[in-house]
């Protein structure tokens, strides 16, 4: 089955600097996508970023950035020029195939970390 | 504005009672999903459903029922039999199952 681990409950980093936040996941599967996602004090999940394991490229959205190892099944998550805005939680996620086997409709399904919280010092 | 809606955003429950979440989503997608959040256990799948009047049950069915009648709307309803309800509630939709999930603001359900 697949797991989806973030080992850090809670990271803090000073205001304009660059915090990684980590991810490590576990499956048998080579095509799947992993995310990640905010979850501010309004507790609304909004995406930051997201990869396919199919690509090698890291993907990237502004300040934010992955750095993907698929070998290692690793999926961290670099912010640079941290604003106070990025306080939340981060959740890691994974999609997958539900049982392995592709199928119809009903086939994927989302596997989340526990999060982690950052904390941003001004 | 195009979004998924969820309501009330606070909810208190007296044991015993049902009560039903609303999640509304004008997205045209085809695939919707229930997640309860509970403190430092991430986010756990209720139900999903990838069309109209056909849903599945995720890791943790038990005392919540769905019901899929229309494609924008997929109310989930917290019966007397879950034994511990309160918990954070969110409702998400993907276009099909193998895109990428967006989220409502969710729901605070209290079993007072």
């Known amino acids: 089955a697949q797991t989806v681990t973030q080992s850090q409950p809670e990271m803090s980093v000073q205001e304009a600097e660059t915090v990684t936040l980590s991810c490590t996941y576990d499956t048998s599967e080579s095509d799947y996508y992993l995310f990640w996602y905010k979850q501010p004090p309004s507790r609304q999940m909004i995406l930051v970023i997201r990869?396919?394991?199919?690509?090698?490229q890291n993907a990237t959205e502004n300040r934010f950035s992955v750095n993907f190892q698929k070998a290692a099944k690793s999926f961290s998550l670099k912010i640079s020029d941290s604003q106070l805005g990025d306080a939340a939680m981060y959740f890691c996620?994974?999609?997958?195939?539900?049982?392995?086997?592709?199928?119809?409709?009903?086939?994927?399904?989302?596997?989340f970390g526990t999060g982690t919280r950052l904390k941003v010092l001004a | 504005d195009g979004g998924i809606t969820q309501s009330p955003k606070y909810l208190f429950r007296k044991e015993g009672q049902n009560v039903t979440l609303s999640c509304e989503q004008n997205?045209?997608?085809?695939?919707m999903y229930w997640y309860r959040q509970d403190p430092g256990q991430g986010l756990r799948l209720i139900y999903y459903s990838q069309i109209v009047n056909d849903f599945q049950k995720g890791d943790i069915a038990e005392g919540y029922s769905v019901s899929r009648e229309k494609k924008e709307s997929f109310p989930l309803t917290v019966t007397s039999a879950q034994k511990n309800p309160t918990a954070f509630y969110l409702c998400?939709?993907?276009?099909?199952?193998?895109?990428?999930?967006?989220f409502g603001p969710g729901t605070r359900l209290t079993v007072l």
């Open positions: 998400a939709s993907s276009i099909a199952d193998r895109n990428t999930q967006y």
């Open positions: 996620a994974y999609r997958g195939l539900l049982d392995g086997i592709q199928r119809g409709p009903g086939t994927y399904k989302y596997i």
């Open positions: 990869q396919e394991a199919y690509k090698q």
């Open positions: 997205l045209n997608h085809d695939a």
